[in-house]
């Protein structure tokens, strides 16, 4: 490889391999573009795989208008990418690449097969024969110019063989993701980069995020994070068929309700029902004091049920055996309720019963950025064009996680990278001068 490297034609960049970037650099292929894609690790979509670790949800089958709100605010912009290629273009992306799908029992859309490895293989396949040129172990470390009219500024990147100028061509797509999970390539170093140029980004913030709990000791004290009994014995625990409620402090508004499954931390509550809410918790716990919310173990009976349950008679069957045989309380459940509810709660059948249904979680905090699935917060709508051109920088696109966006688990973050990456290959065609697409 020379020292710099100077393309000539329908050439563009392509500058991360996660979902985004491979789907920018696949319209762009076969519009008739020679792409290169650059990416810091030893092979591209570590990301993806390890989203498919579980089985790989592509995307969700619910109406168009309804997965549209899923993107807070930024539906709009992210609807319009949407619009063009959606959850029924992601199915059909999918068939192209030999992978049938198929709608789960909660609505998600995964690979006949749950893995992301075939599909991510078959499409790496595509993408080289359609001319797509790999360089790996290239990790982006800014610019070594600011850049002048319409020309990007040209790229400097870090390999194994030493810093590496590359002059842009005449686009360049920025599918760099945010700052989760930085030993797979998205470390968030490009925002002080961006915004040296004048590029408008918000700060990256967990997403999709576990969070951590403070109780109270029984002198008043508070104490981060569960008991040494709780820890010891459930931490990794899932609690299923639980609901989640997140009422605003001073009004009692409900903003949050919703039944799902959550796992028990070493210090606090993660999982799908969690971070359904991490938004709305995120935003809420911006002031320094806690957050309670309303943890309910059994949101498939009514009140009137459980109270009638524990008022049973128990006879001489100790409360944690009549609590598991007429309610299903045991395990993580029934620890959960004697780590979070006081003695004389426990002891009167009323208020147990209440209790049961609203448990009290003081949440203190998201985790890390670097411990979340995503990340909230990249460069704001505003620093970008309806084509996903930086107004700062000619030339330069971004797509994915990059952007200011965010959305829960479900299909809904893979769906909206990969239309992103639709979207700014459509731009670049536009600005290279009407390139086929």
Not at 68 to 85: H, I, K, M, P, Q
Not at 187 to 197: F, K, N, Q, S
Not at 235 to 254: D, H, I, R, S, Y
Request: proline letters at 6%; glycine letters at 12%; charged letters at 15%.
């Amino acid at each position: 490889m020379s020292h710099v490297i100077s393309l000539s034609g329908a050439t563009a960049f392509v500058v991360g391999g996660g979902p985004a970037g491979l789907m920018a650099a696949d319209v762009l292929a076969q519009s008739g573009v020679c792409v290169h894609v650059f990416d810091a690790m030893p092979s591209v979509g570590r990301k993806f795989l390890l989203a498919g670790k579980g089985g790989l949800n592509l995307t969700h089958s619910e109406a168009a208008e309804i997965f549209a709100t899923r993107y807070r605010e930024g539906a709009a912009e992210v609807g319009s990418w949407l619009s063009d290629f959606g959850p029924a273009q992601v199915r059909v992306w999918a068939r192209s690449l030999g992978i049938e799908t198929f709608v789960g029992s909660s609505g998600r859309v995964f690979p006949r097969d749950l893995k992301a490895a075939p599909l991510l293989r078959t499409w790496l396949h595509r993408l080289r024969a359609a001319g797509v040129q790999f360089h790996m172990r290239h990790r982006w470390v800014g610019w070594s110019n600011p850049g002048s009219g319409s020309e990007p500024p040209a790229l400097l990147f870090q390999t194994p063989a030493g810093p590496r100028e590359i002059e842009a061509p005449q686009a360049v797509v920025l599918a760099l993701g945010g700052a989760s999970w930085p030993q797979l390539g998205s470390d968030g170093a490009w925002v002080p980069w961006l915004r040296a140029l004048g590029v408008e980004v918000a700060s990256l913030q967990p997403a999709n995020c576990g969070f951590d709990v403070v109780r109270e000791s029984p002198g008043g004290e508070r104490l981060m994070g569960w008991s040494p009994h709780l820890k010891t014995h459930f931490a990794g625990a899932a609690l299923k068929n639980v609901a989640l409620q997140v009422l605003k402090p001073a009004t009692g508004e409900v903003l949050f309700q919703q039944a799902g499954e959550a796992v028990v931390t070493q210090g606090g509550l993660e999982g799908s029902l969690v971070y359904a809410a991490s938004a709305i918790l995120r935003e809420l716990l911006r002031v320094d004091t806690p957050l309670v919310v309303r943890l309910n173990l059994l949101p498939q009976r009514d009140a009137a049920w459980v109270a009638g349950e524990v008022a049973h008679p128990r006879g001489s069957r100790s409360l944690a055996t009549h609590l598991k045989t007429r309610l299903g309380i045991d395990g993580v459940k029934a620890a959960l309720m004697h780590e979070l509810l006081p003695r004389e709660t426990i002891a009167q059948p009323a208020l147990l019963a209440q209790g049961l249904q609203s448990l009290p979680v003081a949440l203190v905090a998201p985790r890390p950025v670097q411990e979340c699935i995503s990340t909230a917060g990249g460069v704001r709508f505003a620093a970008i064009s309806a084509q996903s051109m930086l107004s700062a920088i000619p030339g330069v696109f971004v797509a994915g996680e990059m952007i200011d966006w965010e959305a829960p688990t479900g299909g809904y973050l893979l769906t909206a990278c990969l239309a992103s990456g639709v979207q700014a290959a459509h731009g670049v065609c536009r600005f290279l001068g009407g390139v086929k697409h």
